[in-house]
């Protein structure tokens, strides 16, 4: 998957545009929506740590391992508890 440039680019779009056919199986297009709505909340905090990263190394500061360890905690706790919400979403139909 990672090994063919812009995939994920492709990837996104293809979702994006099956997402909304609706020849598809209503479960299958609200599984395609909530993959690229994940995706997309998964960019943040990475693009969000890479940046503070880059800023606090051109500044000569060192982010804490503490708050480093604490962020990604909550993203992994929030990850699960989306897929929990789409998992339980996806069982009652």
């Known amino acids: 998957y ?12 293809v979702l994006n545009f099956l997402g909304g056919n609706p020849g598809i199986n209503r479960l299958v297009r609200y599984n395609m929506q909530q993959a690229i709505f994940i995706d997309i909340a998964l960019f943040f905090p990475g693009l969000l740590s890479g940046i503070l990263g880059i800023a606090a190394g ?12 604490l962020s990604t ?5 929030s990850l699960l508890a989306v897929l929990g919400y789409c998992s339980v979403s996806s069982i009652l139909g």
């Open 73 to 77: 905690d909550a993203i992994f706790v």
């Open 2 to 13: 990672r090994s063919v440039p812009f995939s994920g680019f492709i990837a996104f779009f």
């Open 58 to 69: 051109g500044a000569g500061l060192q982010i804490p391992e503490i708050v480093s360890q």
